[in-house]
């Protein structure tokens, strides 16, 4: 038992870790725009994915997901949504705001709170409610010191808080979900695709061989961290995986400040210590209702 939770530990850990590591992959294709590189992302994560689906024997429970309107049209909508949260970070990972996409995940506990608040109808205890004003006192003084709105940070965090909520409704595992999910994007992405190409200014063609693999490669960076987080959080409690979770945002807030160089002067670090004071009270909450016995 210890051994499994053990691994169970390490393998979720590794997962939001790799997640966390995904700037560094997207700079290495910064030469491409973010808008045809979430089209690739598409085309290239729905082969990987289809594979894994076979390998796993999950081929009908893919199949069948696509008889059902309701299934289909949740699986649009959250693709769509999950493809706004990635064309969003990789535009931002272009543009030196590495430390913007720490700041959107840093906010996802709290956005998907507030929509389970007022969509599910769940209750909201004190302390829940003392980390959401601590969360948005942050992002004022984030607001403040950087002059403008922080759409990055807001787009990731809402983007993917209400993916979270239209997956929380699915019926679909997660390798299965993404796979629905990409299909259904399919022709739209290769329509894209196809345009670039006939424009001349598509990356097929005119990378080397290291540029195209890693094209290729897009589909494996969105899978993998996936599979192994699906892997690993059967193996461990679910108030684990809370505070896990943090680690990915946390990887990409250090590769900001320290590989990077991006500005983080006291003012902005005030603002993320609000928001980190928001987080350990969620997860002091999360922690106290889980050791709740049921009923």
């Avoid at 499994?4 to 995904?22: C, E, K, N």
Wanted: aromatic share 14%; glycine share 10%; hydrophobic share 55%.
């Amino acid at each position: 038992m210890f051994k499994s939770s053990l691994q169970g530990l390490l393998i979720t850990a590794l997962s939001f870790f790799i997640w966390g590591l995904v700037p560094l992959f997207w700079k290495e294709l910064e030469g491409i725009g973010a808008y045809e590189l979430i089209h690739h992302r598409i085309l290239w994560s729905l082969l990987f994915v289809l594979l894994l689906i076979r390998l796993r024997n999950r081929w009908a429970d893919f199949a069948g997901a696509f008889r059902s309107a309701r299934q289909a049209r949740l699986s649009l909508l959250s693709g769509l949504l999950l493809s706004g949260n990635w064309l969003i970070f990789i535009w931002a990972v272009h543009h030196e705001r590495v430390i913007e996409t720490s700041l959107g995940y840093y906010l996802v506990p709290f956005i998907s709170t507030l929509l389970g608040f007022a969509v599910l109808r769940e209750t909201i205890s004190r302390r829940q409610l003392a980390a959401l004003l601590l969360a948005f006192a942050g992002v004022c003084i984030l607001f403040l010191d950087a002059g403008t709105f922080p759409w990055v940070g807001l787009g990731l965090a809402l983007s993917f808080g209400f993916y979270g909520l239209l997956r929380k409704q699915s019926q679909l595992g997660s390798l299965t979900g993404l796979g629905v999910e990409t299909a259904l994007l399919l022709p739209w992405a290769v329509a894209t695709l196809l345009f670039y190409q006939f424009q001349g200014t598509g990356a097929l063609g005119r990378l080397d061989l290291p540029g195209h693999l890693l094209l290729m490669a897009s589909g494996v960076v969105t899978a993998v961290p996936l599979l192994l987080f699906a892997t690993g959080a059967r193996m461990i409690p679910l108030s684990t995986v809370g505070i896990l979770q943090f680690i990915a945002p946390t990887t990409s807030l250090l590769l900001g400040v320290f590989l990077y160089k991006e500005p983080f002067g006291m003012v902005r670090f005030g603002g993320f210590v609000l928001i980190w004071l928001g987080l350990v009270l969620s997860v002091v909450e999360f922690m106290k209702k889980a050791k709740r016995p049921p009923g």
